[in-house]
């Protein structure tokens, strides 16, 4: 993608956003419509599915070609990745929104032919547009952003997942121990934030497709790695413990595997 | 203490803050002078000094009579709780200080023959002072606070510390899959403000004198709880395991050591 077709879409996308962010805010006072999904940590509200919707009739129409890949399942049923599709997280990190209205974020971004080419991640609550495109650059707002130092994991804080933290799956309270400190967000688009400007030297979790496809993009244009924990690249149709990190970080983070 | 006497000192301590919360923006984008206390984790910068120095010097000033204790040792070397005491925490969460440049906190507060008479916690980034007096109210910045919903455990997020959940302490892991989810912040101050805010039911941590006698007096003051794993009450001299937490989630919490 060159840097006016990306412009383009900026324009385009960012005012999407600024639409799903205005829709959150308005429901922030009143009683959410809240459903589970596979359980009773896996929820949904109605401002994640009128998101979804919208953002789904603006792709429609702006790029009516494109398959859609959406957390909320009313784009696409997608299969494969020829040719353009969109992958979209109308709001990520629901329980954070339901619970602390902080800590929560949008993504989405345009892969083509499997290859990520443009993304953008907003933090709601902290106003921090991470938008960009594979060979141009990532913007924080208005502000080209640095690629952050590539420190070890010994030198950085680590978000790591509650449930993986938990079940020690992958070796994980040994990272967090060679670390300078866990964490636990509870949203990936706010722990790939804490990376990307680096705050945090890795994220680790089992993600979904929505849940990195966006961040992947951005990270990489920053120099970052993500891959699986054994240094493989993450297919982005399918699940897996998902690596977010400085080249040094994720290269501890696979020797402690062995 | 009364409302006009908490008024007074509101006045002032709120002044001292905004002077320490500048002192600490001045050095943001300089490198920092960082020294290791106990370990690689726990650190100390010249900021954290600069500001209890100059917070010591103040509460001499204002209140001479008074024992200070303070987390650098600037103040006294305080062994009883008779008479006035000051607690304070000039630079809460000094690693994500230094590496994050979020999540930290300000806190000091005023004792009174061992009981909490007035405190102040300021969330620096996010803007966010609670302050208030036993018997008279907190206030969040101009607003005053309503007291959080008294949920169970399961009904609300956790916020545990890293080491304790890595070693699994006191059935913390336990703890954190019975509620809705763990998260890990990395300063007690900003912690116990998403416990006063309802954002989370509980918040449980090791923790030290200046790292829970502020938040104690304003929790307590919204109707919440705060006492070691056993349900007692916490010294403020001496360091332990303390849970601020919801009545019910407190009760939940303590359930389980059994």
Redesign the interface.
Known sequence: MDQSTFQQWDAQVTQWIDEARENILAHFDEPLSIEEKSG??DLVTQVDKENEQRLVAHIRQADPDAQILGEEGLGDHVTETDGRLWILDPLDGT??FI????DFAIMMSLYIDGIGQAAWLYDVMGDRLFHGAKGIGVWLNDRLMAPPANLPLSE??ASLS?PL??HDVDHM?AI??AS???????SAGIAFT?VLRG??VCYISYLRPWDFATGKILAEELGLVVTTVDGQTPSVLSYSVVVVATKQAQQDIIAMQA
Do not use: F, S
């Not at 619970?99 to 902080?102: A, E, F, I, L, P």
């Open positions: 009773r940590r329980m954070n619970k602390q209205r902080d950085g804080l509650g933290v938990r309270q967090g121990a300078l400190g866990m964490r636990i967000i509870g804490k705050q945090q």
